[in-house]
Structure formats: structure tokens, C-alpha cells
């Protein structure tokens, strides 16, 4: 009776380490897909944010153009500061 559970064991531990193999073969193929997915999720997401941020950088490329324009900012200097160039009369020279 051992030795026939010796020879059935000796003849079936191939087997059982191919099955032990082919189990964590499995196992790694799963847990390798899941990992891909999550990254791929987390990387559209990034590249979501980067093209909003891109998108808002236009925005404020534009409003700073518009806002820092000379002319609107002698417009608003005249309308709310009440600033007018100086006349000749009233530029003064200083020489050290």
C-alpha cells in the first residue's frame, strides 16, 4: 500500500507541479490585466486634467493680452485714476 502511494505520488508529482505552475501563471495574468486597467484609468484621467489645464493656460494667455493691452491701460488710468500725460509746461529736468 506505500509503495503503490509512493509510485502514485512519484508519478503525479510532475503533473501537480504543472498544475501548481499553470495556477500562478493564471493568477499573474489576472493580476497584471487588473494592474494595466487601473493605470490606463489613472493615465485618462491625467491626460483629462492635462487638457483641461492646457485649455484654462489658453484662456489666461488671452485675458492677460487683453488686460496688459497699452491702450487699455491708458484707458483706465484716464477713466479712474483721472491720469493725463504731463504738457511741457509741467516736465522738470533734473541734472546731478
Request: a positive charge.
Amino acid at each position: 500500500m506505500i509503495q503503490a502511494l509512493g509510485m502514485l505520488i512519484k508519478n503525479e508529482f510532475p503533473m501537480l507541479i504543472l498544475l501548481l505552475a499553470i495556477l500562478a501563471s493564471a493568477i499573474t495574468v489576472f493580476y497584471t490585466k487588473h494592474s494595466s486597467r487601473k493605470s490606463f484609468v489613472v493615465l485618462q484621467d491625467l491626460q483629462h486634467t492635462r487638457d483641461q489645464l492646457n485649455e484654462e493656460w489658453g484662456r489666461l494667455l488671452i485675458e492677460q493680452s487683453t488686460w496688459g493691452n497699452p491702450a487699455r491701460v491708458e484707458q483706465q488710468a484716464r477713466q479712474q485714476l483721472h491720469m493725463a500725460l504731463p504738457t511741457a509746461a509741467n516736465i522738470e529736468v533734473i541734472k546731478w
